[in-house]
């Protein structure tokens, strides 16, 4: 009997590790595993590493699977001392602290010319700034590291065998999107930029080798359990190039992912740069660019309003489908973990134009979402004002379930609203990428999308949030 080849994607996200095992030929999901990652915000990485292993067990083992690939959160920084032992906890890309590192990366070089470099707006969750909140606040732990990691670059490492009392560094390895958001990488050369890196460190520091999309990282070590040795390893990359290689984003496309954080992104050729400081200048997982602005509030807007009106998702999009488009006048600012865009690591979430008449759950269901959203298209508009194409908009994420946020969504955009069928996109990405180790390519997993039918256009609602901004004096 012959044995189709399987190839696993694994997802090392914010809050947990997913391992999906699929059918290389079909991209059939056959099993899968998860598990959770603590809910703090500075994390020692072993959590990270032995997430992964259980997400395997839970996934039945890898013994079957002939490649595998890592997708992980963006940003998040794992230093690494002379001999690969994990210097301290590593402070993830939403954790808030390190603003005023932020701000003094932009003070000392210039917030235009981060953007001249690097393509990057520098915001508090760059793994540069990361690196100035470790010189700043342990200045030992900053003079023992002596290379610099992302999440999916060290658990690559790792499963190749490498780490603690084996630190070859000449086999750590990312990609050009994880590279691209680091601050320290430029989109123009396509080469870091070492001085960078400095200056924020306080000194030198290696930094992974950038492997091309479909390069192989090399083979799984002996002694993992639940992973035989000698499994292809592809390059990896960041989450949301994981997730645009899985949708075959092309250019004129864009994708809106609502989950712990907000995020839309689109495909182009080159790199941007936006000196309003809104949009990203990442890379992708195909050798283009992948322009991206995020907001660190989206899926758990819609969670704080289920807690303050005692219901669940479904209650939730069934009452907001209720209310009037502009929810009567009541405006959710939804900044409850400070935000990043707009630059308000402090702010809280604030409520708008609540009256006696107004006051009901209906609108304040209607309001969450609506708040949610507007931050989104927020972003979209940006993304435009740097000459990027959307033509189209994918809706990803835990939140894009919801009837009620797919609906409204089409009435602030002007563009088809496109779900694809529920799926674990990082992990597809990833998969597509342990392919390429195995044959050279990546596999040809077209996604199942709908359209969600347009509804009547509300301009009140973006009005609404504009104005409510500038109440408060949020450019």
């Known amino acids: 009997m012959v044995t189709r080849p399987l190839v696993a994607g694994i997802d090392s996200s914010t809050q947990s590790c997913k391992v999906k095992v699929f059918d290389l030929e079909t991209g059939a999901l056959l099993r ?17 590493w032995q997430a992964l292993l259980l997400a395997v067990r839970r996934a039945g083992g890898l013994d079957d699977v002939s490649a595998l690939s890592v997708g992980g959160q963006q940003h998040t920084p794992v230093f690494l001392s002379a001999h690969g032992e994990v210097v301290r906890d590593s402070p993830l890309w939403n954790e808030t602290s390190s603003h005023p590192h932020m701000v003094a990366l932009n003070n000392e070089l210039g917030f235009s010319e981060w953007i001249r470099r690097t393509g990057l707006p520098i915001t508090l969750s760059d793994t540069v700034v990361k690196l100035r909140w470790l010189r700043d606040t342990d200045p030992a732990g900053a003079g ?42 430029s989109g123009e050369t396509e080469d870091y930029c070492p001085e960078l890196l400095e200056h924020a460190l306080g000194r030198a520091a290696l930094v992974p080798r950038v492997l091309g999309p479909k390069d192989r990282a090399g083979v799984t070590a002996e002694g993992i359990p639940g992973i035989p040795a000698g499994i292809a390893i592809g390059a990896g990359s960041g989450d949301n190039a994981a997730a645009a290689l899985a949708l075959e984003l092309a250019v004129g496309d864009a994708v809106m992912s609502l989950g712990t954080s907000g995020v839309v992104y689109s495909r182009s050729q080159s790199p941007v740069h936006d000196y309003s400081g809104v949009v990203c200048s990442y890379a992708d997982a195909t050798g283009g660019h992948l322009p991206l602005a995020a907001t660190l509030n989206a899926a758990r807007d819609l969670e704080a309003a289920i807690a303050i009106l005692g219901c669940d998702y479904g209650e939730l999009s069934r009452l907001a489908l209720t209310a009037p488009a502009g ?18 690591p402090a702010a809280k979430a604030s409520l708008h134009g609540l009256t006696l008449q107004n006051s009901s759950r209906a609108n304040l269901a209607r309001a969450a979402i609506e708040g949610m959203l507007a931050s989104q298209v927020v972003l979209v508009e940006a993304s435009r004002a740097c000459k990027v194409a959307i033509d189209r908009l994918f809706l990803i994420g835990g939140a894009a379930k919801s009837p009620a946020v797919q609906q409204v969504l089409t009435q602030i955009v002007d563009v088809p609203v496109l779900v694809p069928e529920p799926g674990e996109y990082v992990a597809i990405g990833a998969a597509k990428q342990a392919a390429a180790a195995l044959t050279g390519d990546f596999a040809d997993w077209s996604p199942s999308v709908r359209e969600v039918p347009p509804a009547t256009p509300a301009k009140v609602i973006m009005e609404q949030h504009w104005a409510a901004r500038e109440v408060l004096g949020y450019r």
């Open 327 to 344: 929810a009567g006048g009541v405006t959710l600012l939804p900044y409850f973990e400070g935000e990043r865009t707009p630059d308000l």
């Open 144 to 185: 023992r590291t002596a290379a610099v990691a992302v999440v999916h670059d060290w658990l690559t490492w790792r499963l190749m065998g490498f780490g603690a009392g084996r630190a070859d560094f000449d086999r750590l390895v990312t990609d050009r999107s994880e590279a691209s958001g680091t601050g320290y990488w």
């Open 32 to 48: 899968a595993g998860s598990a959770p990652h603590p809910s703090e915000k500075i994390v020692d990485p072993e959590h990270w």
